[in-house]
């Protein structure tokens, strides 16, 4: 286990017995793999059935008070005041200089109370920094486990157990009991399937996930690892800061920091909304994007490294961030930053990596499901 690792899980027998060494993400000692399963099984346990993992290394922080939705309607780019109780939205944090620092997850569990889940960039600091002097409360809860149940035989599974998930909708939230223990399941995940997020006491998530991965044996439900978040998210177009920013592939002579126009992350900003941090440098920037973010279909059964070099007419043109091989439907694919002349279908690519040199062509990163019917379906 890494030394940085401050954040305690009561899962880490569990990941252990599993043949995890468990890394430290976010502080968390987190399994990145398992050595007694294989990363092509998980990946296709949860496009074809179910797989169980462990996210708790995300951030959980509750705001309370009077004044929370006015911090959040600084703080993030969502209009926060469309959210009800019962719901939940993706949000961006910039800083003042209009650039991403984090993204997060903002449920409202009342009318002056949020839940609210953040990666691994500087979203929780930057709430506990514009809450000082208003009439909020804020609560970091690292007792709240986060274990997510990922793919089409979710919903069945815990239909069992939970009364009106099936009519559970995507993006909103319900506080119920499973197995006689309270929790939050919210309709959300990071794998582009439909999925579900349970958000469990400590004491409580070792008999949780025992039960669910028992139980659901027979309908082919195991655990996954924290990796095979990688694999479903480059065919599902889901970002992970810092791994796809400027933060891992700096431009020279420019501080950290990527535009919202660059990643592809303008949906998060509410039509009409103003007034959130770097909202003003964030609509000059339009149309002045360095690079964009785009996809990758490589001529090979190989995994793409992050770091490959993209060449095309003889140029250095991008560099991969994040690649995965699908035995479902036999493509490598890859999310990338590329220059914006690039960027579009169909451009002929040429990988230059340390294991692969390849051609390739220009992807739109819609590999899986473009349409996003899975995650939605009713």
């Known amino acids: 286990m890494s030394v940085m690792s401050w954040r305690r899980s009561p899962l880490a027998d569990r990941h252990r017995a599993l043949g995890s060494t468990l890394e430290d993400w976010n502080g968390m000692e987190t399994a990145w793999t398992y050595s007694t399963s294989d990363l092509a099984d998980e990946h296709e346990a949860i496009r074809t059935k179910a797989a169980l993992m462990d996210v708790s ?15 959040l309607q600084r703080l ?46 500087t979203g929780f600091e930057d709430m506990a920094r514009d809450a000082v002097g ?24 815990l239909a069992r157990h939970v009364p009106g998930i099936e009519s559970l909708k995507y993006f909103h939230h319900m506080q119920t009991t499973l197995f006689g223990k309270p929790v939050m399941i919210s309709r959300t995940g990071y794998t582009g399937e439909r ?27 195991v655990p996954a690892s924290f990796t095979a978040l990688d694999w479903l998210r480059v065919e599902s177009y889901l970002l992970f800061y810092p791994y796809d920013n400027s933060q891992m592939y700096p431009f020279e002579n420019e501080g950290p920091g990527d535009t919202l126009w660059e990643l592809g992350l303008t949906f998060t900003v509410s039509p009409g909304k103003t007034g959130f941090r770097g909202a003003e440098e964030h609509f000059r920037l339009k149309g002045k994007e360095r690079f964009k973010i785009f996809g990758v279909l490589a001529e090979t059964d190989r995994i793409l490294d992050a770091g490959d070099e993209l060449w095309a007419q003889g140029r250095k043109v991008g560099v991969v961030t994040c690649g ?47 349409e996003k019917k899975k995650r939605t379906a009713a």
């Open 57 to 71: 290394g995300l951030r959980k922080a509750h705001l309370v008070g009077p004044h929370s939705h006015q911090v």
């Open 76 to 121: 993030t780019t969502r209009d926060v005041r469309k959210i009800y109780p019962g719901k939940s939205v993706y949000a961006c944090v910039l800083n003042d200089a209009g650039k991403f620092t984090d993204d997060c997850i903002l449920y409202r569990t009342g009318p002056n109370s949020w839940m609210t889940v953040y990666g691994s960039g």
């Open 134 to 157: 208003k009439n909020v409360a804020v609560l970091f809860d690292d007792d709240l486990q986060d274990l997510s149940l990922q793919g089409p035989l979710a919903v069945k599974y």
């Open 195 to 221: 999925g579900y997020e349970i958000f469990c006491r400590a004491e409580d998530a070792r008999e949780i996930w025992d039960t669910i991965l028992a139980e659901g044996k027979e309908m082919g439900i």
């Open 324 to 370: 995965m091989y699908s035995r479902l439907t036999g493509r490598s694919m890859a999310i990338a930053r590329m220059d914006v002349d690039v960027a579009v279908q169909g451009t002929p690519l040429e990988v230059r990596g340390k294991a692969v040199q390849c051609a390739a062509i220009a992807h739109t990163i819609t590999f899986d499901d473009p």
